[in-house]
C-alpha cells in the first residue's frame, strides 16, 4: 500500500536574498516565520500566499552618514514572478524599521518547479538598478514500500518520488522507531540498520529505487523510514526538511494454538484423525502476504499433511494414520524462529482385561469366560505417554460393552451358542481394535476322571455313587472340548462328610490328588470346577463364581481277599499266582468303559501248595448237580483247604451225556473261597476273577459278554454297580 505523506508548512513564510548557507528545515504548526536562502527551496505545502523578505542590496544614498538604501529616504522596487506553470502573483509593500529600508514582498505559487524571481530598484531620483533575479524550488518527495507488514527476514521494495526530478540537493533515508530490527538494503549491502536509531543513508543526486529494499531482521512494532532533503548534503541541521515517512511493521510467529479453544498444547487427536491450528501474530495485526508458512519439524511417519502450508493463520492437519507425536511449526519470515505446537495422534494399540482385583495383562484371542463372569477391559493406548483426545476410546461390540473411557466393564450373562458365537468387545480412538469373547456355560460339562497310579484308566465321566479307593492317585478333568478353557478357573475336591471342607484345591481345567492325604478322604466326595469371579482363590467366598459339580461318589478303603492256592503235581512248573491275583485285581479295580464300576478291592496270593495228581488228572466232572460227590473235585478238596486249587485239565464227561461248555477253564463250588478249580491252561486274571466272584455270590451275567460274571466271555472287563459291591 502506498503512504504519500506530506509535511505541511503554514503562514507567512520570509526570503532574503542574504549569502548564508542554504538551509531546509520542516516547519509544523503554528506558522513560524522562516527565512529562505537563495535559491529558494519550498516544500509543495508552501504553494500559496507566503511571504518574501528582499533587501535590494545596493545602496545610492549621497549621504554615507546616512544608512538608508537611497538618496532621499525612498527607493521604488519592483518584482516579478516568472513560473514555469500556474499563474503566480507577487505583491510589494514597504516598511521602515530603524531608518532603514527594507521592501517586503508577497509571492504565491500554484506548481511544482523551479521559480525565477526577478527584483528591481528604482532611486528617487529615477535611476533603476540591474534587474536581480532569485529563484525558488517549489518541490515535492513521496516513498512508498510494496508491503507495509513482513515476515522476519522477509523484504519489501522501497520506491522514493521527487518532484521535479531534476531537483539538486541531497535525499536521504533515516531509520527510527520500532522494537527490534530492520535493514535497509542497496542491492545486497546493508546502509541503515536498527531501530530506535538516527543512522542515516545520504543517496546523492541519482537514485535507482529498484536497488532498494527494507528486510525484516527481528519482529518489532514498527519502524519509521523518513525520507528526507537536503540542498548542500549537511548532516540534516534543524533547518533541513523531513520529508514523508513510510512505516514498516516486522511480525513474527509468538505462538500456535488450537483453533477455537486457544488450547496452548501438547494436543491430542484419534488416529487417521483431523485438528486445526492457529497462528498468533507478534504484534497483532495483519499478517504479511503469503504468511505465515507451515510444516511439520518432526512426525512419526511421512503422512501427515497441512492445509493450506501458507498464507493462513488456521491450518488443518491430517493424514494423521501413525501414532505418535506431530510436531507442528509455524512461521512469519525466512529468519524467523517460528513457534510450534505438539500434536498426538492417539489410537488404541490392545485390549487388557482383569477379573476382579487380578492386575490388567494382555487379552488373548479368543477371550474364553465362564457365563456370569464380570470382566473389567483396559483400552491401552499408543503412544503410551499420550492423553486420550476428548471422549476417546469409544466401546461397542455384541458383548454389549458401550460408552467411552479407558476402561469399560461388561456382564457376560449370556453363553455362546458354539465355540466361534464370539460376544465382541471393540474400543475405538481412530483405529478399532476388538477382543472375541467365547462365553462358556460351566453347567452344561461334565467332569471325568481316571486313575493314573496302577491300574491306570481311561477318562471316563464320573458317575454318581461310584467308587474311588483310598490310596489311588486320581485326576479330574473338565471335558471342554470343543470349547476353550476358561480363564481364571479353578478346581476343588471337596469331603461331603463332616464339615464340607475341601480337601484338594488347583487351577485351571484338571486337578489330581492321592485319597487318603487330605484328611477327611474316605466317605461322599465331590469336585467342582468354577470361574474365580471375585479373585478369592476358592469357590465359597462370595457367592457369584459360576460353577459346575460332579456327581457324589465314594472314596473308601480297599477290601482285600487273601487267596490260598495249591495245584495238581501233574501241573508242569509252579504258577504265577501273584500275576494271576494282579491281573484279576486290575480287572475289577481298574474303570475301562463309561459303563464300567470299579471295586475297590484286591487279590493276594498268601500261599502255594502241591496235590498229587494221581489218577486224578485231568478232573471229569462227573455229575450235572454241583455237589460234593463230583468225581476228582472232591479228591482235590478234601486233600487240601487251599481256596484255589489248579489242575491239568478240566473236562466234561461226554460219556455220561453231561452238557458242559468245551472251553470251560475253572468253576466255583457253593460260594465258599475254598471251593474254586481252575484250569492250569487258564491260569488267569480273567478266569481268577470270574471264580471269584462267583465265591462272593456273584452269578452269572447273561447280558453282556464284557462282564466279569458273564459265562464263558472271552474279554470279561466290566463290572455292574453291584457286581462291583460284591467284590468288596
Not at 27 to 39: G, I, L, S
Not at 157 to 177: E, N, V
Not at 314 to 333: D, E, F, H
Not at 525 to 554: A, H, I, K, L
Request: hydrophobic content about 35%; overall charge negative.
Amino acid at each position: 500500500m502506498k503512504n504519500r505523506n506530506r509535511v505541511v508548512i503554514c503562514g507567512m513564510v520570509f526570503l532574503s536574498i542574504a549569502s548564508s548557507s542554504p538551509s531546509l528545515a520542516c516547519v509544523t504548526y503554528p506558522p513560524m516565520a522562516v527565512t529562505y536562502p537563495d535559491p529558494a527551496f519550498w516544500p509543495v505545502a508552501a504553494m500559496g500566499h507566503d511571504s518574501l523578505e528582499i533587501c535590494g542590496g545596493a545602496s545610492y544614498d549621497t549621504d554615507p552618514g546616512t544608512p538608508t538604501c537611497c538618496d532621499y529616504g525612498i527607493d521604488y522596487h519592483d518584482w516579478s514572478v516568472e513560473e514555469t506553470c500556474g499563474n503566480g502573483w507577487i505583491e510589494g509593500y514597504e516598511t521602515y524599521p530603524n531608518g532603514a529600508e527594507r521592501q517586503n514582498a508577497l509571492v504565491q505559487f500554484d506548481c511544482i518547479g523551479k521559480h525565477n524571481i526577478w527584483h528591481t530598484v528604482t532611486d528617487f531620483g529615477g535611476t533603476p538598478s540591474d534587474a536581480t533575479l532569485s529563484y525558488a524550488w517549489v518541490f515535492d518527495i513521496s516513498a512508498s514500500l510494496s508491503q507495509s507488514v513482513i515476515g522476519v527476514g522477509d523484504t519489501a521494495t522501497l520506491t522514493m518520488d521527487y518532484s521535479p526530478s531534476d531537483l539538486p540537493g541531497y535525499k536521504k533515508l533515516k531509520l527510527t522507531g520500532g522494537v527490534g530490527a530492520v535493514e535497509v538494503l542497496e542491492g545486497e549491502r546493508t546502509v541503515i540498520s536498527g531501530a530506535d536509531t538516527s543512522e542515516t543513508w545520504q543517496l546523492g543526486s541519482r537514485f535507482d529505487p529498484g536497488l532498494v529494499t527494507v528486510k525484516g531482521i527481528s519482529a518489532c512494532y514498527q519502524a519509521t523510514l523518513w525520507l528526507q532533503f537536503t540542498p548542500d548534503g549537511s548532516n540534516f541541521p534543524s533547518s533541513n526538511y523531513n520529508g514523508n515517512s513510510v512505516t514498516v511493521k516486522v511480525v513474527e510467529v509468538y505462538e500456535v494454538v488450537k483453533a477455537g479453544t486457544g488450547e496452548p498444547g501438547p494436543l491430542y487427536v484419534p488416529l487417521n484423525g483431523t485438528m486445526q491450528l492457529k497462528g498468533n501474530p507478534w504484534p497483532e495485526g495483519p499478517w504479511p502476504s503469503g504468511r505465515p508458512t507451515w510444516e511439520f519439524v518432526s512426525q512419526p511417519g511421512t503422512t501427515g499433511v497441512i492445509t493450506p502450508s501458507s498464507g493462513s493463520d488456521t491450518v488443518t492437519i491430517s493424514g494423521l494414520s501413525v501414532a505418535g507425536q506431530y510436531v507442528v511449526k509455524a512461521k512469519c519470515g525466512a529468519l524467523d524462529d517460528g513457534a510450534t505446537i505438539t500434536v498426538y495422534a492417539v489410537g488404541v494399540d490392545r485390549i487388557q482385561y482383569k477379573v476382579g482385583n487380578d492386575p490388567y495383562q494382555d487379552c488373548p484371542n479368543p477371550l474364553a469366560v465362564a457365563k456370569g463372569a464380570d470382566v473389567t477391559f483396559k483400552a491401552i493406548k499408543k503412544p503410551a505417554a499420550a492423553l486420550w483426545p476428548t471422549g476417546k476410546p469409544v466401546w461397542s461390540g455384541s458383548s454389549g460393552a458401550s460408552g467411552t473411557g479407558e476402561e469399560k466393564a461388561v456382564d457376560f450373562d449370556t453363553a455362546s451358542n458354539n465355540p466361534t458365537d464370539y460376544k465382541v468387545v471393540q474400543v475405538e480412538c481412530g483405529n478399532s481394535v476388538s477382543v472375541n469373547v467365547v462365553v462358556v456355560d460351566l453347567s452344561t460339562l461334565v467332569i471325568n476322571a481316571n486313575r493314573t497310579s496302577a491300574p491306570v484308566e481311561s477318562s471316563f465321566p464320573v458317575k454318581s455313587g461310584e467308587h474311588f479307593e483310598l490310596g489311588g492317585i486320581f485326576k479330574f478333568d473338565l471335558m471342554l472340548n470343543p470349547w476353550p478353557e476358561p480363564v481364571k478357573l479353578g478346581a476343588e475336591i471337596w469331603d461331603l462328610d463332616y464339615i464340607n471342607e475341601v480337601i484338594a484345591s488347583g487351577s485351571g481345567a484338571s486337578i489330581s490328588h492321592t485319597f487318603g492325604t487330605g484328611g477327611h478322604d474316605d466317605g461322599t466326595c465331590d469336585v467342582c470346577f468354577y470361574f474365580d469371579n471375585n479373585t478369592s482363590g476358592d469357590s465359597r467366598t462370595g457367592c457369584n463364581d459360576p460353577q459346575v459339580d460332579s456327581y457324589d461318589f465314594e472314596v473308601q478303603e480297599l477290601t482285600y481277599h487273601y487267596l490260598t492256592f495249591a495245584k495238581s503235581s501233574a501241573v508242569a512248573g509252579t504258577p504265577d499266582t501273584g500275576d494271576a491275583c494282579r491281573g484279576a485285581t486290575d480287572l475289577i479295580l481298574r474303570k475301562d468303559t463309561a459303563d464300567d464300576y470299579r471295586a475297590t478291592a484286591k487279590f493276594i496270593a498268601a500261599g502255594l501248595s502241591t496235590i498229587p495228581a494221581s489218577t486224578h488228572d485231568p478232573v471229569y466232572l462227573l455229575q450235572s448237580t454241583y455237589d460234593d460227590n463230583w468225581g476228582d473235585w472232591s479228591y482235590f478238596r478234601d486233600y487240601d483247604s487251599s481256596e484255589v486249587i489248579i489242575v491239568e485239565d478240566l473236562t466234561p464227561a461226554d460219556a455220561q451225556k453231561i452238557y458242559l461248555p468245551p472251553d470251560i477253564k475253572g468253576i466255583s463250588k457253593g460260594g465258599i473261597m475254598y471251593d474254586i478249580l481252575l484250569d492250569d491252561s487258564f491260569f488267569i486274571g480273567e478266569v481268577l476273577a470270574h471264580e471269584v466272584g462267583h465265591s462272593c455270590g456273584l452269578g452269572h451275567n447273561t447280558s453282556n459278554q464284557d462282564m466279569i460274571m458273564f459265562s464263558g466271555g472271552t474279554n470279561r472287563t466290566l463290572l455292574t454297580e453291584s457286581e462291583a459291591s460284591g467284590f468288596e
